[in-house]
Nanobody
Framework: QVQLVESGGGLVQAGGSLRLSCAAA????????MGWFRQAPGKEREFVAV????????YYADSVKGRFTISRDNAKNTVYLQMNSLKPEDTAVYYC????????????????WGQGTQVTVSS
């Protein structure tokens, strides 16, 4: 069982930056791949980024590639999402996701989800 708690969301102007954190409770955090998803009002939840258990592999949605960076600190049981050059279309609730497999996270079917943190980008 893995419990996930996101933080770091807020209101930022376009072009600004935010760093989201997802803290995991559980002894086996380092064996899980971790991902970020987002859901804007009236839209389906979409994949943003994923990182392998070791941090050696990362994948991004085309819409955030070059602007967002996913990273993890297994000693702190935490995964991060550094978001730069934010755009109004990045406005959404951002969710953390955990699963044993990177491939499963990329399908949106990971086992564990956090409650989400709101990110609002003003123009």
């Amino acid at each position: 069982q893995v419990q996930l708690v996101e933080s770091g969301g807020g209101l930022v102007q376009a072009g600004g930056s935010l760093r989201l954190s997802c803290a995991a409770a559980g002894r086996t955090f380092s064996s899980y791949a971790m991902g970020w998803f987002r859901q804007a009002p009236g839209k389906e939840r979409e994949f943003v980024a994923v990182i392998s258990w070791s941090g050696g592999s990362t994948y991004y949605a085309d819409s955030v590639k070059g602007r967002f960076t996913i990273s993890r600190d297994n000693a702190k049981n935490t995964v991060y999402l550094q978001m730069n050059s934010l755009k109004p279309e990045d406005t959404a609730v951002y969710y953390c996701n955990a699963d044993r497999l990177v491939s499963t996270i990329r399908t949106g079917k990971g086992d564990y989800w956090g409650q989400g943190t709101q990110v609002t980008v003003s123009s």
